[in-house]
Every structure is written in C-alpha cells, then in structure tokens.
C-alpha cells in the first residue's frame, strides 16, 4: 500500500495510470485545489492543516511509505483549519516558510519520519518519465553551447535550495532569465519579444534540493514554449527530471530544430 500526496498538473494522472497498470494498491491525500481526483474511490480530500487526520489515515491503511507529486499550492496559514496536530505542528512550518517553498515540503518529511513514515522518490514507479545521460535529438549542442550549459549549472546550483528556482535561461554565458515563483511557463513568455539567439533553458535540479518530492518537469507544452522564446536547446539533469509526453515532445524538437539533452 502507498499513500500518494497529490496537487496540480499531468504528473499525478501519469503515476496513478502506472500505479494501476502494475495493480499497485495506493490511496490519494488529495492537496489538488479543487478536489482534483474525487472521482477516484480511494481519494480523501484533506486539508494541509489537518495533521492528525492525515496520520491516522496513513495509519489506518498500515502504510509505511508515502509519495508526493504535482504542484502543491503553498499554504495560507492564516487559512488553515488545523486540528490539535495541526497546532501542534505548524510553528515548524511556518518557520520553514520563510526559507523557500521547497523547505515546506521539506519539514513534511521530516514530519512523516517521525512518525515512521518513509517519503520515496516520486519517479520510484515511473522511471520511464526520466531520461538517461545523452543527447534526445537530431540537433546536438555545439562546443561553445557546452561552455555556456556548464557555465549556466554553475549559477543554478548557487542558488538558494530550499526556493523555487529550477530553472533559468542564458545566453552567451549571461542569465538572460530566471524562473519566479510562477513557473517556466511565465518565464519563457516573457521571452517571446526577446531576440537574443543561441538562449539555452536549463531545467534541472540544484545542488542540495531534495528529489524525493521536487523533480523538475518539462513536456510538450514546455517545448512550444520555448520554440515561441527562440530557445536553441532545453538542458535537464539525467535520471532526475521528469519529461511528460516524451515521444511528443521529442518529435516536436526535432521538427523544430531545438536540441534536448540529459547530462
């Protein structure tokens, strides 16, 4: 049995598809802002304040490992209807706020190992939605392209781990643009009117930052994004990023002329 921590976006529904394929029995803590998936029998609709709740569930279903996946919204404390763990809990994330989004995911951990509660990686069923080290591509980077990909992990991994930052765009060894808390969607669009050529996106996890619940995800739509930016080529981190509708998207990048490797 595997609890599954879920929010927003595609890579929640490609993990259940595959927990069901392999008859994998698992139940939903729904963190989706709109009951995403009360449709699904074994979905429980709790919120984050809800602590002592939230354990007695894990607990009621003898489940000792738990998965999180998806964007979770970061909470409003203020907001929160919180229960007496809840209480009990939330001067530790309130503290972690302070550090970054990722620290918030963070102290759940920390959270569900004290009560014997293992997190695992959030690819642990779906290795498929990771790429090897190598080039994906018929269009592969140039010398020059390498000095500024190596130049570009240098900056992202000198960033702070625990905030949102997974990815930037650079040029010419230059940061042309880093990734806000509104994602890389926003942050390629502001692109769009940009005409510096040879920009690279780097989409990949920092140095430091916990993979067991915050892998950095490109698919499809990332890569219209960039063709819309005058992207040359998307960079990601081999074996720790996750790339939704792979077949898709590497045809679209080959039809365009824009290079995709793993390192």
Known sequence: ???????????????????????????????????KFKKDK??????????????????????????FAGNIDKPKISKLKLDLKGIYYIPRIIKASKLGDAA???????????NKIKVIKLNTYNSELTLSK???????PSMTDKLI???GIQILNKS??????????????????????KGTKDMLKSLRNNNLQN?????????????????PTIGLDT?????????????????????????????FANKNNIFVIAQ
């Open 1 to 35: 049995m595997i609890g599954l921590f879920l929010g927003e976006k595609k890579l929640p529904l490609e993990i259940l598809k595959s927990l069901k394929k392999k008859k994998i029995k698992y139940f939903i803590i729904d963190l989706s802002k709109y009951n």
């Open 104 to 114: 918030i995911l963070k102290e759940l951990i920390n959270i569900l190992l004290e």
């Open 199 to 215: 920009k690279i996106l780097l989409k990949m996890p920092k140095s430091k930052q916990d993979l067991r619940v915050d892998l």
């Open 160 to 181: 702070n781990s625990f905030n949102h930052v997974q990815a930037l765009v650079i040029n010419n060894r230059k940061v042309v643009s880093l990734e806000t808390r």
């Open 42 to 67: 074994n979905s429980y609709f709790i919120n984050i304040g809800k602590f002592g709740k939230i354990l007695d569930l894990i607990k009621s279903k003898k489940c000792k490992k738990v998965l």
């Open 134 to 140: 190598g080039c994906y591509t018929k269009l592969k």
């Open 223 to 251: 890569l219209k994004d960039c063709k819309k930016a005058n992207i040359k080529g998307i960079v990601v981190k081999a074996g720790q990023n996750i790339f939704l509708d792979k077949h898709e998207g590497l045809k």
């Open 149 to 151: 990909i190596k130049k």
